[in-house]
């Protein structure tokens, strides 16, 4: 499942930010939102970026190997 950030104003005109709900896709994530905040006007949404875990190798080497086919990569103050 993805992670989706949501930023909303309540139905009494808080706003609330940072806040994460699961879904299989934005609109069931917006469902489940709404669920909870009955009326609320959402102000943002985006999907969050799952976080690798460091013990995770094929996730690792398929970060390395990602960050080794940007063209405009490398690291910065070497050349």
Request: glycine letters at 16%; aromatic letters at 4%; hydrophobic letters at 35%.
């Amino acid at each position: 499942m993805k992670k989706f950030g949501f930023s909303i104003r309540t139905r009494g005109g808080s706003t609330v930010d940072g806040l994460v709900i699961h879904g299989r896709d934005a609109q069931e994530a917006e469902k489940k939102l709404r669920q909870v905040y009955h009326h609320c006007t959402v102000l943002a949404m985006r999907e969050v970026a799952e976080q690798v875990d460091a013990n995770d190798v094929e996730g690792v080497i398929s970060l390395i190997a990602a960050e080794g086919s940007d063209p405009g990569g490398g690291s910065p103050g070497k050349g």
